[in-house]
């Protein structure tokens, strides 16, 4: 008898692809995410990596997952829970037992329960055989086997069969979600050029994968999640980590500016640096320093020569850098650090994400060292936050610190592509031969000096990190002197909030409970205030891009709600600086330090805890 199989129309779905180090999970997640892209779903994915580099296979410290949340609704969170989990072997199904929705379905590598594998994962017996997932969808699916069995005759050897067990799994859910292959097969066909009998390999077996979907009993119906109602434009997958590599590209496009990054590579921040390496074809300078003390002194040295200077990093980083950042603040010469925030303290959780150095941004350095704070809040965004740190640098003459954290530079969305034309000018504040010039006079408005670039004749000047008198940029030892040029560099930065749009609320502009977030937590506390705004409830939500300065309404802000609650993935940095800023005003706090996102039910209850008093 011929099987029929019942097509199911979804608005949304959460699946979770986990496994081993070496299992190939990050690779099947994103290419699940590029299909759905391009079928035109909006999405939001989570890719959460082992901290070791090479944690003992088969073990919970070793697995490696990638969360996808695609829909034909607006996608603003990688989602709570997986209505799908694929688990290549005991140990990724240990670590996600309570990730997976009740009722859901999770696809298991049956090959992989072995009396070994189980012990590896900490299991006395197989949690299969007893009531653990008892309630679940559990396909047992013998993909090992199934996988050395397509390819018997292919001439591979063991270990290059082995790797191609994830192209079986991605062929499963392919069918399950209705997903074409003709993506995945173009990516494979550009990965292995130069080995077609690796891409004839893994192209087998993932249709292999997708046969055997389509003629197992327990699986008796297929999903489809059609297209969301996209503004029109051209879109990309796009991770936050790229978008903020291509954000300074734009910047340096639209000043007429050489772009220098000077880094070293830290986790998670290095694909910033790999990105930019690949374009020395639109004049990119990319110097991979010594240690993070070369990268900004590099980055500050091409900034005084005229370019657009960018130095990327990590909280142990930043934390290195900080004498240098004080250099240029002292010499008041723009330059971007880019700190892609993890877990602390020390090498603390370098793949877990943690609001982390908002405090070390804003104060850590020595002496009264004020400088620029954003921070971006969507991994599509990076890009807008990238380049609007490279034109407040740049037209103001002070160093610009961008936070973005290991969630969003990680994670991808679709973004919708801009044209340079599209982007608010950049005009970098240059002295030109000819005028009149003193290294440390300024604009009335503003308060920025000017740049004189090497070389100019007639702009000769010292520079260094001594103390300045005020006009001529001499090195100065005056008390008051000192005290002038201290107000002069921080009113400096708070005259950039007359410069900057106001900040912007999401709901009614008065009400009972606020809801204030910055940087990475929008998605999560914009779908947990979304849903309580379409119960009914009085609560809105005020997220910060801008840290330093703040927006100059934000205490108008502040005093139209009941209730006030900041919400961070810290111990209460942000709160705390709200707290100095705004006195007399309370502040609750709601915070969460586990190297994971907030999720919205979590969020939820607790509003609802607040909307209740």
Known sequence: MEKTTKVVDLEKVVIKFAGDSGDG???????FTDTSALLGNDLATFPDFPAEIRAPQGTVAGVSGFQIHIGRIDINTPG???DVLVAMNPAALK????????????IVNIDSFTNKDLEKAGYKTSPLDDNSFEGFNIIQAPITKLTREALKDSGLDGKSIGRSKNMFALGIVYWMFNRPMEQTEKFLQNKFAKKPELVAANIKVMHAGYNFADTIEAL???????SANLKAGTYRNVMGNQAIAWGFLAAAERANKELFLGSYPITPASDILHELAKHKNLGVKTFQAEDEIAGICAAIGASFTGSLAITTTSGPGFALKAEALGLAVMTELPIVVVDV?????STGLPTKTEQSDLMQALYGRNGESPIIVLASSTPANCFDWAYMAS????EHNTPVVLLSDGYLGNGAEPWRIKSIQDMPSIKPLLAMEGEEYQPYARGKKTLARK????????????????EKEDITGNVSYDPENHEKMSHIRAEKIRRIAELIPEQEVFGEKQGDVLVVGWGGTHGSLYSAVDNLQKEGESISLCQFNYINPLPKNTAD??????TIVVCELNSGQFVNYLRINFQGTIFNQYNKIQGFPFTTSELESHFKSLLKK
Not at 341 to 345: D, H, K, T
Not at 391 to 394: E, F, G, M
């Open 25 to 31: 999970m990050q690779l099947t997640g994103t290419q």
């Open 80 to 82: 709570d829970i997986a």
């Open 95 to 106: 670590a996600n037992k309570n990730w997976i929705k009740k009722g859901g379905t999770i």
């Open 220 to 226: 008796p119906s297929s999903y489809t999640v059609l």
């Open 341 to 345: 925030q993890r877990g602390g303290p």
């Open 391 to 394: 034109k407040i640098t740049l």
């Open 451 to 466: 740049l004189a670039l090497p070389g100019t004749k007639g702009l000769e000047h010292r520079l260094g990190g001594l």
């Open 557 to 562: 802000i502040l005093n139209n709600y009941k």
